[in-house]
Nanobody, 121 residues
Framework: QLVESGGGSVQAGGSLRLSCAAS????????MGWFRQAPGKEREGVAT????????DYADSVKGRFTISKDNAKNTLSLQMNSLKPEDTATYYC?????????????????WGQGTQVTVS
């Protein structure tokens, strides 16, 4: 089970930190990530992190602004979002259960949280 938290409303230029609490089985996936979906748009990859060596990968649109991290002791995945822009407005999802394929591709993951809303005005 994956449970996201930390979403909310913020002004452009502000920051938010998202968290995802994962059960032990889902946390053991090779790779975990954050994805987002804006109204009328397809779900897209934001950032992923390897559970083996902490290698991170980011979408070009968030590089330098977002940072993904994990806490193995607490089985949590986090996304620090700085310098937020209105175009970052979306529902953000935590994902794990990597099944193969491109790391930032939503179809590469089998377990999803319920999502948390981020609104930037």
């Amino acid at each position: 089970q994956l449970v996201e938290s930390g979403g909310g409303s913020v002004q452009a230029g502000g920051s938010l930190r998202l968290s995802c609490a994962a059960s032990g089985y889902t946390y053991s996936s090779y790779c975990m990530g954050w994805f987002r979906q804006a109204p009328g748009k397809e779900r897209e990859g934001v950032a992923t992190i390897s559970t083996e060596d902490d290698t991170a990968d980011y979408a070009d649109s968030v590089k330098g602004r977002f940072t993904i991290s994990k806490d193995n002791a607490k089985n949590t995945l986090s996304l620090q979002m700085n310098s937020l822009k209105p175009e970052d407005t979306a529902t953000y999802y935590c994902a794990t259960g990597y099944v193969g394929g491109a790391l930032l591709r939503p179809q590469s993951y089998s377990y999803w949280g319920q999502g948390t809303q981020v609104t930037v005005s």
